[in-house]
């Protein structure tokens, strides 16, 4: 195997590595060594091809689908959404937002360790996460003539979907709502687009 090939192919090994230990052990069994162990390489690969530990992390965040791109928000098509009215950007958004995070259990579990768990490394994928839905909000929103917070209320949606998400994990009922089954996510879809219009 070429060179070039042998690197990638021990790049994808290593952020691949990283999500099986954030799944099974969290944040406090995430190390170099660890690392190096579940990819079966040498840590110093790590500091080759990613300069740290966090980098390795920034890598997996970007590199590891973490986190729905801006295409995957946006329903797949960025020029048709952003033809869209305020009030429909909101409910797209909210909808694909929701599909994206319930489509990813890796970072259900990324999210739920996050909330016991503070450390370097978790700021890393906060800090990853925090940008691409603020350069999101820039895209699309930030010019709309509203008197409106839009972005504390794609805050409110976004806190609410992703503590829905990671509890339905575990739990089944909410507020009498049933996280387990599709109608369950239907109904809170519809309360998604019910606010949104009530709202704007």
Partial sequence: ?????NREATRAQL??????????????GLGVNAVARQ??????????YFDSLEGLIKAF????????STEELAGGDIDAFRQLSTEEKLISLGKNFMSGIRAR?????????E????????????????????????????????DIDLLAIISIIGAGLSFLICRSRHIRWYNGVDLSCEKGWERIETGIEQIVRKLL
């Fill in 61 to 68: 965040g970007q590199e590891g689908d973490f986190w729905p």
């Fill in 1 to 5: 195997m070429p060179p070039s090939r």
């Fill in 105 to 113: 259990p890796l970072t259900q579990e990324i999210m739920a360790w």
């Fill in 115 to 146: 909330m016991v768990e503070r450390t370097r490394l978790t700021e890393e994928l906060e800090k990853l996460r925090e940008r691409r839905m603020q350069r999101f909000f820039e895209q699309f929103f930030l010019k709309e003539d509203n």
């Fill in 15 to 28: 952020i691949k590595a990283v999500g099986e230990i954030l799944a099974e052990k969290g944040f406090k």
């Fill in 39 to 48: 990819a079966n390489v040498d840590k110093v690969l790590i500091y080759r």
